[in-house]
């Protein structure tokens, strides 16, 4: 079982910044994949950006250039940094990761809203 725990979601204005944290309950080197996906209003829920095997890193187009994905290993969290947040961007933001050992499960956090508006 893994515990994800996220935060720092919030209300900005277009142009604005803000930073999501993910805390996960074991070390993030046992995880398959670790990364960030979204669910806004009336849409299905996308991939944002995400750590994949080998420690490359995956961004949706609609994200690269304006945010970015880093991870601490010490404190077993994933960051996801927003900058230049426009309002398309508002949408309930979720960690994920998957394992692959003992067996395939896949994991997500309980989400942080991020709301873009003037």
């Known amino acids: 079982q893994v515990q994800l725990v996220e935060s720092g979601g919030g209300l900005v204005q277009p142009g604005g910044s803000l930073t999501l944290s993910c805390a996960a309950s074991?070390?993030?080197?046992?995880?398959?994949?670790m990364g960030w996906y979204r669910q806004g209003p009336g849409k299905q829920r996308e991939l944002v950006a995400e750590f994949t095997t080998g420690g490359s890193t995956d961004y949706a187009d609609s994200v690269k250039g304006r945010f970015t994905i880093s991870r601490d290993s010490a404190e077993n969290t994933v960051y996801l940094q927003m900058n230049s947040l426009k309002l398309e961007d508002t949408a309930v933001y979720y960690c994920?990761?998957?394992?692959?050992?003992?067996?395939?499960?896949?994991?997500w956090g309980q989400g942080t809203q991020v709301t873009v508006s003037s």
């Open positions: 994920h990761v998957r394992v692959i050992a003992p067996r395939y499960n896949s994991y």
């Open positions: 074991r070390s993030i080197f046992s995880f398959y994949t």
